[in-house]
């Protein structure tokens, strides 16, 4: 047999397809696969080849076709006159096929294209009706009409794959079939493109229709009231189907140890279709979604064993509460790269009485490759280098930017670990540089998994996020300002009507030292203030003070965090979270440690669980303050705040070694190794001098002991 490879041109303007063939493979086989590739039915399709058309029953060979020859795909052939009408024909027919494709998302080009050529078409047609019904042949005789008409096969399709999903209940050695679910997401994609071009924008279609609906709804009725029928049949036989999952592996929270069955990540793309189904009818998202509250485990579990960097699911943002934190925080990190991926380490060498000024000129200067490839930190006058260094230098580095001292965040009045951009942040002609400088040292931080006892306030969070800010939102970071906002809203009516508080539209900001007023709205400052506009009042102060005043600080903190994701974007990754899922990313499990969880995560070397100096050292933790035993866990690891799950959290274990030296010097550690070493102490007391010695502040939280 004779292996060859040519080109088939699809359609007028269409792609270009290479196809591998025998040449004694009869011309039926390029068919079949052009059909394969693309979704056109071979009863469409005729293939030119210098200038002749091929016959099915043909050999390759016969027909003369060689290494790199050019082939042309067109509509089914017909002798006329009418060359162009069929020229457009088969670029509609092209059209509408790719409309069909699994990866095909239909944009305003594509609408306006399939408008124009149609339109194109209908100026054709002559004002004589027997001259006007040859172009309605050729539309007839086309392979067009059958194209438009996918509702039957997308009816049939959805039928076998209630079927399927029935039979996968009763056998655990069934499975869904991929190209049935991939054949229903796909030809699914024009149905709901119809009906959605006939719906105003905005708007969703309220079923059952009326009998009697003369709108374009009528003209689309099979086709809405089956995507509807099918809509329900394929959730329930999906739910049922996630219920048993449930059943059968004993999912609740904990899913590490659930086995996986490949095929089971088609459920999301049945999911994910159905969510699309059901944003096309009017209250029939909340039905979708809590039907998914229902199968709330099953589907954490399938995000989680399935979900990948490559596929879309920012439809289960907006529903942010059918997920655990579990999951939530696994799409967050998909978000952001693998340390190492993109190639070596990026080397700074910090002087620490620079610690700030330093780390900005790296940062700031670095590309965003060479900060993903990872980081490789070595402090001035110190030998010490490693995992241990590298997490001292991101928490000292987050302390120092977000010390209100440096004029670039302001700490929330009730609680000083929560902070958001300060207004007044341009005192330093480089605050923006230095916003910039911040996304990215946050973004590096969640990347390298680093608690930093640090966390963002409501308003900043929500900004990031793209959501909108409400007075509700304000009240921890401004509270006299919230409470005085809730009195004008919640004072009577004739008061605020008797311009007894003298408000106007403006508001006064204050810029370099001095003070000036700031219109809210055109003419804002002769615009009083009463009971009908007090609520518009209170928004735009709301707006003025905590989005616009800091906009650009915002913007610039957004474009460093996005330098670092691989989404090129910031808003999913803050979308897909709640405020209090970045707590605790940030801020980790808090400052109160688990002396039984610390004791179950700690290994020993020289020294036995039984030895008398193990048990004294832990009775001497159990009795420190809370300060104390997070001064001695950050001289032990370099960590001082853990993640969210505890040390279970940690990449590796604690380790206490015994060391070699005389009885009466201090312990020691190499926090790259998570490794305390101590000698075997005479007594208790002499234990607790010492180890009350490293936990006082200004020696547990200093490097130099590693």
């Not at 006329?80 to 020229?87: E, L, Q, V």
């Not at 800010?469 to 809730?486: A, M, N, Q």
């Given at each position: 047999?004779?292996?060859?490879?040519?080109?088939?041109?699809?359609?007028?303007?269409?792609?270009?397809?290479?196809?591998?063939?025998?040449?004694?493979?009869?011309?039926?086989?390029?068919?079949e696969k052009i059909s394969l590739i693309t979704g056109i039915p071979i009863s469409v399709q005729s293939l030119i080849y210098r200038g002749k058309q091929l016959q099915s029953d043909q050999t390759i060979s016969d027909c003369g076709i060689e290494m790199e020859s050019n082939l042309q795909l067109v509509g089914r052939l017909r002798s006329t006159k009418h060359s162009h009408a069929w020229k457009l024909m088969?670029?509609?027919?092209?059209?509408?096929?790719?409309?069909?494709?699994?990866?095909?998302?239909?944009?305003?080009?594509?609408?306006?294209?399939?408008?124009?050529?149609?339109?194109?078409?209908?100026?054709?047609?002559?004002?004589?009706?027997?001259?006007?019904?040859?172009?309605?042949?050729?539309?007839?005789?086309?392979?067009?009409?059958?194209?438009?008409?996918?509702?039957?096969?997308?009816?049939?399709?959805?039928?076998?794959?209630?079927?399927?999903?029935?039979?996968?209940?009763?056998?655990?050695?069934?499975?869904?079939?991929?190209?049935?679910?991939?054949?229903?997401?796909?030809?699914?994609?024009?149905?709901?493109?119809?009906?959605?071009?006939?719906?105003?924008?905005?708007?969703?279609?309220?079923?059952?229709?009326?009998?009697?609906?003369?709108?374009?709804?009528?003209?689309?009725?099979?086709?809405?009231?089956?995507?509807?029928?099918?809509?329900?049949?394929?959730?329930?036989?999906?739910?049922?189907?996630?219920?048993?999952?449930?059943?059968?592996?004993?999912?609740?929270?904990?899913?590490?140890?659930?086995?996986?069955?490949?095929?089971?990540?088609?459920?999301?793309?049945?999911?994910?279709?159905?969510?699309?189904?059901?944003?096309?009818?009017?209250?029939?998202?909340?039905?979708?979604?809590?039907?998914?509250?229902?199968?709330?485990?099953?589907?954490?579990?399938?995000?989680?064993?399935?979900?990948?960097?490559?596929?879309?699911?920012?439809?289960?943002?907006?529903?942010?509460?059918?997920?655990?934190?579990?999951?939530?925080?696994?799409?967050?990190?998909?978000?952001?790269?693998?340390?190492?991926?993109?190639?070596?380490?990026?080397?700074?060498?910090?002087?620490?009485?620079?610690?700030?000024?330093?780390?900005?000129?790296?940062?700031?200067?670095?590309?965003?490759?060479?900060?993903?490839?990872?980081?490789?930190?070595?402090?001035?006058?110190?030998?010490?280098?490693?995992?241990?260094?590298?997490?001292?230098?991101?928490?000292?580095?987050?302390?120092?930017?977000?010390?209100?001292?440096?004029?670039?965040?302001?700490?929330?009045?009730?609680?000083?670990?929560?902070?958001?951009?300060?207004?007044?942040?341009?005192?330093?002609?480089?605050?923006?540089?230095?916003?910039?400088?911040?996304?990215?040292?946050?973004?590096?931080?969640?990347?390298?998994?680093?608690?930093?006892?640090?966390?963002?306030?409501?308003?900043?969070?929500?900004?990031?996020?793209?959501?909108?800010?409400?007075?509700?939102?304000?009240?921890?970071?401004?509270?006299?300002?919230?409470?005085?906002?809730?009195?004008?809203?919640?004072?009577?009516?004739?008061?605020?009507?008797?311009?007894?508080?003298?408000?106007?539209?403006?508001?006064?900001?204050?810029?370099?030292?001095?003070?000036?007023?700031?219109?809210?709205?055109?003419?804002?400052?002769?615009?009083?203030?009463?009971?009908?506009?007090?609520?518009?009042?209170?928004?735009?102060?709301?707006?003025?003070?905590?989005?616009?005043?800091?906009?650009?600080?915002?913007?610039?903190?957004?474009?460093?965090?996005?330098?670092?994701?691989?989404?090129?974007?910031?808003?999913?990754?803050?979308?897909?979270?709640?405020?209090?899922?970045?707590?605790?990313?940030?801020?980790?499990?808090?400052?109160?440690?688990?002396?039984?969880?610390?004791?179950?995560?700690?290994?020993?070397?020289?020294?036995?669980?039984?030895?008398?100096?193990?048990?004294?050292?832990?009775?001497?933790?159990?009795?420190?303050?809370?300060?104390?035993?997070?001064?001695?866990?950050?001289?032990?690891?370099?960590?001082?705040?853990?993640?969210?799950?505890?040390?279970?959290?940690?990449?590796?274990?604690?380790?206490?070694?015994?060391?070699?030296?005389?009885?009466?010097?201090?312990?020691?550690s190499q926090t790259c190794f998570n490794c305390l070493r101590f000698p075997p102490y005479k007594s208790k007391s002499i234990m607790q001098d010492r180890l009350h010695i490293i936990t006082q502040e200004h020696i547990g939280c200093s490097f130099g002991t590693s």
């Amino acid at each position: 047999m004779n292996r060859i490879y040519f080109f088939v041109r699809l359609f007028s303007g269409g792609k270009t397809l290479v196809v591998h063939a025998d040449s004694t493979n009869r011309v039926e086989v390029i068919h079949e696969k052009i059909s394969l590739i693309t979704g056109i039915p071979i009863s469409v399709q005729s293939l030119i080849y210098r200038g002749k058309q091929l016959q099915s029953d043909q050999t390759i060979s016969d027909c003369g076709i060689e290494m790199e020859s050019n082939l042309q795909l067109v509509g089914r052939l017909r002798s006329t006159k009418h060359s162009h009408a069929w020229k457009l024909m088969d670029e509609l027919s092209s059209l509408i096929w790719g409309f069909c494709k699994t990866e095909f998302c239909l944009v305003q080009y594509d609408k306006d294209r399939l408008e124009d050529v149609l339109l194109e078409l209908l100026v054709m047609i002559p004002h004589d009706i027997d001259e006007a019904s040859e172009y309605l042949k050729i539309f007839i005789s086309s392979s067009v009409p059958a194209a438009l008409d996918v509702l039957p096969f997308v009816s049939e399709i959805a039928a076998q794959l209630h079927h399927n999903l029935n039979l996968t209940m009763e056998s655990t050695d069934l499975s869904l079939s991929c190209s049935l679910v991939h054949d229903f997401a796909a030809f699914m994609l024009p149905v709901r493109n119809a009906i959605l071009f006939q719906v105003p924008f905005g708007f969703t279609i309220t079923f059952p229709l009326m009998e009697n609906d003369i709108g374009e709804a009528e003209y689309y009725r099979e086709s809405i009231e089956c995507l509807h029928c099918s809509f329900h049949g394929l959730l329930e036989a999906t739910l049922s189907s996630l219920g048993l999952l449930e059943t059968r592996l004993g999912l609740k929270e904990e899913l590490e140890d659930a086995r996986v069955v490949q095929w089971w990540s088609l459920y999301l793309t049945i999911l994910k279709e159905l969510n699309n189904i059901s944003k096309l009818y009017t209250g029939l998202e909340n039905v979708f979604w809590q039907k998914m509250r229902q199968v709330k485990a099953s589907l954490c579990f399938l995000v989680v064993k399935f979900a990948t960097k490559s596929e879309d699911y920012e439809w289960l943002f907006e529903h942010k509460e059918v997920l655990s934190f579990k999951v939530r925080r696994h799409f967050a990190i998909m978000m952001l790269p693998e340390v190492g991926d993109s190639g070596g380490l990026y080397s700074m060498f910090i002087d620490r009485s620079r610690m700030l000024e330093n780390s900005f000129e790296y940062i700031g200067n670095a590309s965003p490759k060479n900060l993903r490839g990872g980081l490789f930190i070595k402090f001035k006058h110190e030998e010490a280098t490693g995992p241990g260094v590298l997490r001292e230098w991101f928490l000292l580095v987050c302390q120092a930017m977000f010390n209100p001292q440096n004029a670039l965040f302001v700490a929330c009045p009730n609680d000083r670990r929560r902070f958001f951009p300060n207004s007044a942040s341009k005192v330093n002609p480089l605050h923006l540089n230095y916003f910039c400088f911040s996304g990215r040292m946050i973004a590096l931080t969640l990347m390298h998994k680093v608690q930093i006892g640090v966390v963002f306030d409501r308003t900043f969070f929500l900004q990031l996020a793209g959501k909108d800010i409400t007075l509700e939102d304000v009240r921890d970071v401004d509270p006299p300002f919230y409470k005085s906002c809730k009195e004008i809203l919640e004072m009577d009516p004739e008061m605020v009507d008797g311009d007894n508080l003298g408000l106007r539209f403006i508001c006064d900001v204050e810029s370099m030292g001095s003070r000036k007023g700031i219109e809210l709205c055109p003419n804002g400052k002769d615009t009083i203030v009463d009971s009908k506009n007090r609520e518009k009042y209170i928004n735009l102060l709301v707006k003025h003070y905590f989005v616009t005043s800091v906009a650009e600080q915002v913007a610039c903190f957004a474009k460093g965090f996005a330098d670092i994701t691989t989404t090129s974007r910031h808003q999913p990754f803050f979308r897909c979270l709640n405020l209090e899922d970045l707590d605790l990313m940030l801020d980790g499990s808090g400052k109160n440690i688990s002396v039984e969880d610390w004791k179950a995560h700690t290994e020993y070397s020289g020294y036995k669980k039984s030895d008398r100096q193990i048990s004294w050292f832990w009775k001497i933790v159990e009795c420190m303050s809370v300060e104390q035993r997070n001064a001695l866990l950050f001289f032990w690891t370099s960590i001082k705040f853990l993640p969210p799950n505890g040390f279970a959290g940690l990449s590796s274990r604690l380790y206490i070694h015994k060391s070699s030296t005389p009885y009466d010097h201090l312990p020691t550690s190499q926090t790259c190794f998570n490794c305390l070493r101590f000698p075997p102490y005479k007594s208790k007391s002499i234990m607790q001098d010492r180890l009350h010695i490293i936990t006082q502040e200004h020696i547990g939280c200093s490097f130099g002991t590693s």
